[in-house]
């Protein structure tokens, strides 16, 4: 277990919208942070499950890529660089006895004085294959989730599903694998019209109303047997990996068990984002309040609300109000050049 | 020919009756056979979008988890047998609507918005590529 003695300000969870920007902001108050995510990537539903698709009720976007704003918003929250820690499952909490806070998460133990939910729906787990042969090839063959592209290079692929996910992957490897095939079971695919369009026109080889009856082989993956739905037809196909991407379930996952207040599986909070757990605060929507709306803007300001209480409560000679960002940066800038001279 | 174990799922106000496979979800019977209903996240219990009200058979879908019951609560309309479409799956027949806020788009009002959405694009996409003159039916280019 490698773990990072460093006791941080923030530890952030969730590497959503708006942990994205809770991080920009403990920036901003020159905190420094963490951020934990158990998928591969930043951006969370973002990156995850609409990628291709248009926000448009970003304050100051008239329309914007999914994909582009979880860009910009790692951009932002980067002027500070906080650490940022991917495919890690928040486990526990301890409370430690200088008030500090130890994560434990399936990876490491990270320490901070205070943490900030951001975990928006849960822990996504990808949903997985119900044929029997599919468990024995877990993590030996089949995947459920892309870490390393390159890892795909060479291979003889078989990519399942027809979202966004699903696709996106399918069109990013199929120049790197030696042969690719995508199978759906369906003939409407949910991905985005455009990447549809793209697949459709690549050296991909796909089977609709087809879904995976059963995995060949021994240690490994020797080919896969589909099966038409549509004229009840079977196929052997020539594969040594499989990537699928049916989907998400989302969960709270261990969370569920701090002791934090809940209604369902959203967490309650004060005006200042606190939860009742001493040092713990959530935003976005994980977090819940009278009146509260699940938006990514209303998120943004959770998140602000959330780190400005925060930094006053870790030092008290912060202000919780943070001045105007116009002013703020100017002084900053000043201050950094009389340091120079 | 009609097979007799397959569920039988209705959807209403189109009154559209489609057989479906067991545990398969509302959204992909729906998506399956052309019935229109949204799914912004792509059927990942992450919007509302493919909220249904089930008129009967509530018994025969599968469970509500806490995830659904939490965005389920966004939705337009909540009714008591309020369910998301992606994430019930289907053990027997059932009857479900589809809110009216989104069937009002619903069957040949669909194919009509859309022609005239593409009608409009089109003639957009004309008066930009050629500002200057009248949309015409000549082959010629002008530069």
């Given at each position: 277990m490698n773990t990072d003695q460093k006791t941080y300000d923030i530890t952030v969870i969730g590497a959503g919208p708006v942990g994205l920007f809770a991080a920009y902001y403990a920036g901003f108050r020159d905190l420094n942070c963490k951020i934990i995510d158990?998928?591969?990537?930043?951006?969370?539903q973002l990156t995850t499950l609409y990628p291709q698709k248009f926000v448009y009720?970003?304050?100051?976007?008239p329309k914007i890529l999914a994909t582009d704003l979880a860009l910009n918003l790692h951009k932002q929250a980067q002027q500070y660089n906080p650490k940022i820690c991917l495919e890690e499952k928040v486990q526990q909490i301890f409370y430690l006895e200088d008030r500090a806070i130890k994560l434990t998460t399936d990876k490491a133990e990270h320490f901070s004085k205070k943490v900030i939910l951001t975990?928006?729906?849960?822990v996504f787990t990808p949903r997985k294959l119900e044929p029997e042969s599919a468990k024995k090839f877990e993590n030996r063959g089949l995947y459920y989730m892309v870490k390393d592209t390159e890892f795909f290079r060479g291979k003889k692929l078989l990519v399942i599903g027809g979202g966004d996910t699903a696709l996106d992957w399918a069109l990013h490897l199929k120049d790197m694998a030696k042969g690719i095939y995508l199978i759906h079971r369906s003939n409407k695919f949910l991905a985005a019209a455009s990447s549809v369009r793209q697949l459709m026109n690549s050296n991909i080889e796909v089977h609709t109303h087809t879904e995976l009856k059963e995995i060949l082989g021994?240690?490994?993956?020797q080919g896969a047997i589909i099966v038409d739905k549509s004229v009840n037809q079977e196929k052997t196909l020539d594969v040594d990996t499989i990537l699928c991407c049916i989907g998400y379930t989302p969960n709270l996952g261990p969370i569920k068990e701090w002791g934090l207040e809940l209604a369902g599986s959203t967490i309650k909070v004060n005006p200042r984002m606190e939860t009742n757990l001493s040092g713990v605060y959530a935003a976005g929507d994980v977090a819940t309040y009278e009146g509260k709306l699940r938006l990514i803007c209303t998120g943004f300001s959770d998140a602000a609300v959330a780190v400005n209480y925060a930094a006053h409560s870790i030092y008290p000679e912060l202000r919780v109000f943070p001045g105007y960002s116009t002013n703020v940066m100017e002084q900053k800038e000043e201050e950094k050049l009389a340091h120079k001279t | 020919m009609v097979d007799e174990l397959m569920p039988k799922v209705t959807f209403l106000p189109v009154n559209k009756t489609v057989e479906a496979e067991e545990g398969q979800s509302l959204l992909d019977v729906a998506m399956d056979n052309d019935i229109r209903l949204e799914h912004n996240c792509g059927g990942n219990c992450a919007c509302s979008t493919c909220h249904v009200i089930v008129?009967?058979?509530?018994?025969?879908?599968s469970r509500k988890t806490e995830e659904e019951q939490d965005e389920l609560e966004e939705a337009e309309g909540l009714a008591p047998t309020s369910r998301l479409g992606c994430q019930s799956k289907i053990y027997g027949d059932i009857i479900v609507e589809i809110p009216p806020y989104r069937s009002s788009l619903l069957n040949e009002d669909v194919t009509k918005i859309e022609a005239l959405i593409k009608e409009k694009e089109k003639a957009l996409n004309l008066s930009r590529s050629n500002p200057a003159s009248q949309p015409s039916q000549t082959e010629g280019k002008t530069e």
């Open positions: 158990c998928l591969p990537q930043i951006g969370g009720d970003v304050a100051g976007f975990a928006g729906a849960g021994n240690d490994h993956i | 008129k009967d058979g509530m018994e025969k879908l």
